[in-house]
């Protein structure tokens, strides 16, 4: 179910130049290189300004609102580049799984959103 969703979250978020919105993020949150890197490879963040850039990113691609996991931003986003039923259930799953996942730090927030898909 992880190389499932790792195709599915590299499909939605990679391309060879940082789009418009992973710029402003960057800038917003003084993210480094190695940062958008870690997020567009699907890596767990551990530095603040890593977890800081994640809730960006997440939040503009609707997966959070900054105080939690946005399960129906999620199920929308990723059933669009799934490729078949399977992936589309283990997709439910995900989106079941991580419903309720809440943090009042939004960085932190975007740290247990990862794990949780992750997990």
Known sequence: MKIILAF?????VA??????????????VDASE??????????Q???????CYYDCMLQKINYSDGK???REGFLHTMTQVAKNEQQRKAI???????NGTE????????ADIVACLFR
Do not use: I, Y
């Open 8 to 12: 599915c979250l590299f499909t939605a």
């Open 92 to 98: 439910q799953h995900l989106g079941d799984q991580c």
């Open 15 to 28: 391309a060879l130049e940082l789009s418009p919105e992973e710029k402003k993020c960057q800038e917003q």
């Open 34 to 43: 190695e940062d958008v890197e870690m997020f567009r490879s699907l890596q």
């Open 68 to 70: 939690r996991f946005n």
């Open 45 to 51: 963040p551990e530095e603040r300004t890593t977890k």
């Open 103 to 110: 943090n009042d730090d939004p960085c932190e927030l975007a």
